[in-house]
C-alpha cells in the first residue's frame, strides 16, 4: 500500500555529483527509518545509508565523507546526497522506508461500574 519512487539517477563522471531522491505515498502515518541500499548484478543489496526517526544516520564504509542522507518528515521524502562519486558506486539505488501505516486498534472495552 505504500509506494516508493526514487528519482535522481543518471550519468555522471568520476568526481561528480548526484542528489537521488525517494517520495513515500499512500497512507501513511508517520516514517520511522529510513534508508537507501544498492545493487549490483550478481551481487546482494546492500546498505549505503540509513536516517533514524531521530536524525541519527550510518553509512556503508565505502561512502562516508562522501554521501549524506537527509529527511524531510513532512514531504514523506528522503534523500541521498552523492559527492565525489566513483566508478563503484555503480548501481541501482533502491529506497526503503519503515513506514507506520496504521492508526491501531481499539479493544472492545470493559464496563467499570461504582456503585454507591
Known amino acids: 500500500q505504500v509506494q516508493l519512487v526514487e528519482s535522481g539517477g543518471g550519468l555522471v563522471q568520476a568526481g561528480g555529483s548526484l542528489r537521488l531522491s525517494c517520495a513515500a505515498s499512500?497512507?501513511?502515518?508517520?516514517?520511522?527509518?529510513m534508508g537507501w541500499y544498492r545493487q549490483t548484478p550478481g551481487n546482494q543489496r546492500e546498505l549505503v545509508a540509513r536516517?533514524?526517526?531521530?536524525?541519527?544516520?550510518n553509512y556503508a564504509d565505502s561512502v562516508k565523507g562522501r554521501f549524506t542522507i537527509s529527511r524531510d518528515n513532512a514531504k514523506n521524502r528522503v534523500y541521498l546526497q552523492m559527492n565525489d562519486l566513483k566508478p563503484e558506486d555503480t548501481a541501482v539505488y533502491y529506497c526503503?522506508?519503515?513506514?507506520?501505516?496504521?492508526?491501531?486498534?481499539w479493544g472492545q472495552g470493559t464496563q467499570v461500574t461504582v456503585s454507591s
Open positions: 499512500g497512507i501513511i502515518y508517520g516514517i520511522n527509518a
Open positions: 526503503h522506508v519503515l513506514a507506520i501505516v496504521s492508526r491501531g486498534n
Open positions: 536516517i533514524g526517526s531521530g536524525g541519527s544516520t
